[in-house]
């Protein structure tokens, strides 16, 4: 099946009613008669926890979307990240990322430092000082396809080759990327995880997280068993029907983002737009080569001064939603440097350009005309 029917119907699912549809199992148990029956992974099917045919299906649609084998998916985006650096670190293990990353993955990841004596290692984003790092031989490479707040474009394909070469294993973020825009398991990474509260469900409704391997062992599930991280079988159901428009979606997000983007380079209240899309983005002829001509649905931008400006715009918005989150279809506008930038270190925000007057927009569904009337105003009423 190619991708977009893949969206659709990638599940599988079949039952003797004839239903397209997984039904929603909020069964706790499984009848048991001797040895558990086995779910289509092998795994134990007869205690919620563990597994659920519901979510089964939306495992098996993401999988494939995301070219894997399998996929676990969680009870959020960091249950997954969380989940799945407990299985494949353990204390003396060298972690490399990169500075500029989901304030919570960075926390995180200080926290295994300080407790579990795993030693983190971040630098900046950017390809060449990621392979330089790689030669320090770390045993895990983690890596977002996009970068959050900055929408830096790392040479995904180029790190992952340096890391393969050591026996690294390469973990990727592809939450703002999408599988529309990339599909890092076949550049040769190991993992992908994704926030499935973001584009997967893509409608502000559903909290949930994904792993998807080239390989899913037993004993990843079994992590996911003890730590009871799960996905509810709810939220799976939202999740596969949020799926079934996620190429439709995000392509038309990522049109409308290019327009405002375009806008916004324009604007006299705007310094700068910080939009891959655009061709003075440092990193736009890696994006242009690596996502086949869409740039994804988020775009970051500085007005012309700092927080009582930004806030003055955010507090003007009439149609836009200032919030924290992005890949639902209302648009949403975050102000990084008190939501997810707020666990990176002020001296590497600094460096990074995540700076007072900076605010991201996650573009939605709506008429983009409408987009740019509201934010035209908003800023209209800064000095």
Request: contains cysteine; charged residues 25%.
């Amino acid at each position: 099946m190619r991708r977009k029917t893949l969206a659709v119907r990638g599940h599988g699912w079949r039952d003797q009613f004839g239903s397209p549809l997984p039904p929603i199992y909020t069964t706790a148990i499984f009848e048991q008669v001797g040895e558990a029956r086995k779910s289509d992974r092998g795994a134990d099917l007869k205690y919620a926890r563990e597994e659920n045919p519901t979510v089964r299906a939306f495992e098996r649609a993401v999988a494939q979307l995301e070219l894997g084998e399998d996929a676990l998916a969680f009870n959020s985006g960091m249950a997954s990240i969380t989940t799945l650096s407990f299985y494949l670190l353990s204390s003396g293990d060298l972690l490399l990322t990169t500075k500029e990353a989901y304030g919570a993955t960075l926390k995180f990841f200080s926290f295994l430092e300080g407790k579990y004596g795993v030693k983190a290692v971040k630098v900046f984003p950017e390809t060449d000082a990621v392979v330089e790092a790689v030669k320090g031989r770390p045993k895990v490479v983690f890596l977002e396809t996009i970068t959050n707040p900055t929408l830096r474009v790392l040479d995904v394909p180029e790190v992952i080759k340096a890391a393969r070469d050591i026996g690294a294993t390469v973990v990727v973020d592809n939450t703002f990327a999408t599988p529309v825009l990339a599909n890092p398991l076949g550049w040769g990474a190991d993992y992908v995880v994704h926030s499935a509260t973001k584009y997967i469900a893509g409608h502000n409704d559903v909290v949930g997280g994904v792993v998807v391997g080239k390989r899913i062992e037993l004993e990843l599930w079994s992590h996911r068993a003890m730590l009871g991280s799960i996905m509810q079988p709810f939220e799976a159901f939202l999740c596969l029907r949020g799926m079934k428009t996620l190429f439709q979606r995000v392509e038309a997000q990522s049109k409308s983002a290019m327009a405002i983007a375009e806008f916004l380079s324009e604007h006299s209240k705007v310094k700068e737009v910080l939009y891959p899309g655009l061709p003075t983005h440092p990193n736009h002829d890696v994006a242009r080569r690596l996502f086949g001509g869409l740039y994804g649905g988020v775009l970051s931008f500085r007005v012309r001064g700092g927080r009582r400006e930004v806030e003055r715009v955010l507090s003007s918005l009439k149609l836009i939603t200032p919030s924290p989150s992005l890949g639902g279809t209302e648009t949403i506008a975050t102000y990084p440097i008190l939501s997810a930038a707020s666990p990176i270190p002020e001296e590497d925000r600094r460096e990074l350009g995540i700076t007072e007057d900076l605010i991201r927009l996650s573009v939605g569904l709506e008429d983009v005309e409408d987009l740019i009337e509201d934010l035209d105003q908003a800023l209209k009423s800064i000095n």
